[in-house]
């Protein structure tokens, strides 16, 4: 070798990885007599052996649901469907991304009945036992195959969806966590009837988001709905929740980066609060509730700043308050919040993106906010609210 | 609604998630006149704030290169470089995998340095601490970039070129794990200058594998250098290693399916042995001394049903003789050999999958093993080795 630096020598490949995505909305699908699961939970060849399952479930689920474990245990009945072996009941909410020792549960569950990659992780439950329990299965073997019952409004339209799981460390939201494609999303409206009002509205929030971001027809259609669906209205709901799913479903598909290899994420509009606002009241707001808040206060900074007209601003705060959301919180004027844009910032890679709106419809995304404006935002949010 | 089952409605997408893999060889790439890293770390735009840096260093890999964290310490030290933040040696071989308590030490550092999307865990190793780092990192925020030093053959030619990150639970190996793309792969020649003799044997029974399966004109490449090779001949050694990573790379890909959602992977001749042997004896056995017993084994049982003709065989035996690693071990004849079969077929998912051998260059998938040819195999192995 005459030189050093002559045999340096570089093979560079791009390449896809390849994914299907299957959402799916019907009711009562644990019905005998409903063929989703068997359409779902098909066995690739009839030589196949039969594939096994552990169910996973949201404690506030099977709570609200008596009989749901009986239930899924006869719609697995059947030889042609994989095998039930295990249902695991967790706790729901955050409390199931905040304790590792419920990862090691399953786990656990997992290697003990040898769910292999042919093999299932079923899960039952809301945004966040969805995001716990299908981190464990993501990472179990490098990925069984994960199939997410959403069992609420927000899980439905929009958590449930994501090819996201994540679990909570160093008290920071989704430290550790996996991108992962579920085998399908099954949203079953008849697990709606069982939530509480409070769980019934938050999901909205979600909608109002992505409506502001990407579609003033769709931000249209909440508007005419808000009071029906803040009475609990289904016929007013389901098409609000079909439209967001799929909605966020094509931003992913065809965004070009669904595992945000690439950019920071536009679809975060009034995260960088929420995220903040939920761990700051120990979780005593709920993930949509501080998305709304998040919201609000985002489009009031908007306008101040004198991006987003007058008219849009206060249509943003008419429809949250008329979907029962709240629009402010007596936290949003601890310093700690203002501290969160840094750990947003971190979480997302180095430059701070927030997305503010330009109108109804259209996001646009800065890299700086002016922290006295924001102080202003809060005080305007606050005297709305009086 | 009229009827139940008229609301079913599924939405199907199918989608790619673009990936880029840099595969990269040169010599001293530490020595601060050498341009890789540059390359290799370049910021992505000048406005875009500096990004973090964590190294983990395989001991292994330290105590052999006594000045090597001062010899990255220095390399790193420029503006337009990530900043290096800490560096952390952990323990090499196996023992990476089966601690937990390194992955938390890994993660906690990543979480204390506010290492984010866009920052840094370059990891430098051999094939099992590449493994364990890069599970932490690729979990850590979902993914943080990773960039391996590949410091051994074994690594250089085969596990750091992989899409896989894992460690072992439960007494099994990779049972926890991910896909992930590095940024870049790098393989320094000389690292390879400090490795005792069987840490440099040991890589070549995967480029024997990779030969065996897809290319005879390769297998005659290393049967024409394997005596040089075992006497720890670079000069012969470069090509192979750079044509064994290369065969490696483009059937990740190209292959169709890099995150293995399809299908058993056809790379792991002879593995389904290797893995158990490798634990049996409490990691007496490394990694490319297990793959060369279980290579030899699947070869004489390929040619025991009928499969391979004896010269093919007899070839393959001599090849891995003449680069002076083992061809069979006494736990072959321990009867939790074949109970790894099991474990094999659940690791892939569901059906077994063993490739065997039709001729040199061309692998077959089965189904199943005669477990008396198995028996059979073993003996004829444990008398030619005498």
Same mark, same amino acid.
């Given at each position: 070798?005459?030189?050093?630096?002559?045999?340096?020598?570089?093979?560079?490949?791009?390449?896809?990885?390849?994914?299907?995505?299957?959402?799916?909305?019907?009711?009562?699908?644990?019905?005998?007599?409903?063929?989703?699961?068997?359409?779902?939970?098909?066995?690739?060849?009839?030589?196949?052996?039969?594939?096994?399952?552990?169910?996973?479930? #949201?404690?506030?689920?099977?709570?609200? =649901?008596?009989?749901?474990?009986?239930?899924?245990?006869?719609?697995?009945?059947?030889?042609? @469907?994989?095998?039930?072996?295990?249902?695991? !009941?967790? %706790?729901?909410?955050?409390?199931?991304?905040?304790?590792?020792?419920?990862?090691?549960?399953?786990? /656990?569950?997992?290697?003990?009945?040898?769910? #292999?990659?042919?093999?299932?992780?079923?899960?039952?439950?809301?945004?966040?036992?969805? $995001?716990?329990?299908?981190? *464990?299965?993501?990472?179990?073997? =490098?990925?069984?195959?994960?199939?997410?019952?959403?069992?609420?409004?927000?899980?439905?339209? $929009?958590?449930?969806?994501?090819?996201?799981?994540?679990?909570?460390?160093?008290?920071?939201?989704?430290?550790?966590?996996?991108?992962?494609?579920?085998?399908?999303?099954?949203?079953?409206?008849?697990?709606?009837?069982?939530?509480?009002? +409070?769980?019934?509205?938050?999901?909205?929030?979600?909608?109002?988001?992505?409506?502001?971001?990407? #579609?003033?027809?769709?931000?249209?259609?909440? *508007?005419?709905?808000?009071?029906?669906?803040? /009475?609990?209205?289904?016929?007013?709901?389901?098409?609000?929740? +079909?439209?967001?799913?799929?909605? &966020?479903?094509?931003?992913?598909?065809?965004?070009?980066?669904?595992? /945000? +290899?690439? /950019?920071?994420?536009?679809?975060?509009?009034?995260?960088?609060?929420? &995220?903040?606002?939920?761990?700051?009241?120990?979780?005593?707001?709920? &993930?949509?509730?501080?998305?709304?808040?998040?919201?609000?206060?985002?489009?009031?900074?908007?306008?101040?700043?004198?991006?987003?007209?007058?008219? *849009?601003?206060?249509?943003?705060?008419?429809?949250?308050? =008329?979907?029962?959301?709240?629009?402010?919180? %007596?936290? @949003?004027?601890?310093?700690?919040?203002?501290?969160?844009?840094?750990?947003?910032?971190?979480?997302?890679?180095?430059? !701070?993106?927030?997305?503010?709106?330009?109108?109804?419809?259209?996001?646009?995304?800065? &890299?700086?906010?002016?922290?006295?404006?924001?102080?202003?935002?809060?005080?305007?949010?606050?005297?709305?609210?009086?």
């Amino acid at each position: 070798m005459s030189s050093t630096h002559s045999i340096a020598h570089e093979i560079r490949n791009d390449f896809g990885v390849p994914f299907t995505h299957r959402l799916l909305f019907d009711r009562d699908v644990l019905d005998p007599a409903n063929p989703l699961v068997d359409a779902v939970f098909e066995r690739e060849h009839d030589d196949a052996p039969p594939a096994g399952m552990i169910v996973v479930i #949201d404690q506030g689920l099977a709570d609200a =649901r008596p009989g749901i474990q009986e239930a899924i245990s006869k719609r697995f009945f059947g030889s042609a @469907l994989p095998e039930l072996r295990e249902i695991i !009941l967790i %706790p729901g909410g955050e409390a199931s991304k905040n304790d590792p020792a419920i990862i090691d549960r399953i786990l /656990e569950s997992i290697e003990r009945h040898r769910i #292999d990659r042919r093999s299932y992780v079923s899960i039952f439950g809301g945004g966040a036992v969805l $995001d716990a329990a299908g981190f *464990a299965a993501s990472t179990a073997h =490098r990925g069984v195959r994960i199939v997410r019952f959403a069992s609420t409004v927000l899980s439905q339209l $929009d958590a449930a969806i994501g090819v996201k799981n994540g679990v909570n460390r160093f008290e920071k939201k989704n430290f550790i966590g996996s991108f992962d494609v579920p085998v399908a999303v099954i949203c079953d409206e008849a697990m709606l009837d069982s939530l509480d009002q +409070r769980t019934w509205r938050e999901g909205f929030s979600e909608a109002v988001k992505i409506a502001c971001l990407q #579609d003033a027809s769709f931000f249209g259609s909440i *508007a005419d709905s808000a009071d029906l669906i803040r /009475e609990g209205d289904l016929d007013a709901a389901r098409p609000i929740i +079909r439209r967001c799913a799929k909605m &966020h479903l094509e931003h992913i598909a065809n965004g070009g980066d669904p595992f /945000e +290899r690439l /950019e920071a994420r536009p679809l975060d509009f009034g995260h960088w609060s929420a &995220h903040r606002l939920e761990s700051m009241s120990g979780f005593d707001l709920n &993930h949509g509730e501080a998305v709304a808040i998040g919201i609000c206060l985002d489009s009031t900074y908007s306008h101040l700043i004198g991006r987003l007209d007058k008219a *849009a601003f206060e249509r943003i705060i008419d429809v949250m308050t =008329r979907l029962g959301l709240p629009i402010t919180h %007596p936290l @949003l004027s601890d310093d700690r919040l203002i501290a969160g844009l840094e750990e947003f910032r971190e979480h997302l890679g180095g430059r !701070l993106t927030i997305t503010l709106l330009e109108e109804i419809g259209r996001g646009v995304d800065v &890299h700086e906010m002016d922290l006295d404006r924001v102080r202003d935002a809060i005080s305007v949010l606050d005297s709305i609210a009086g």
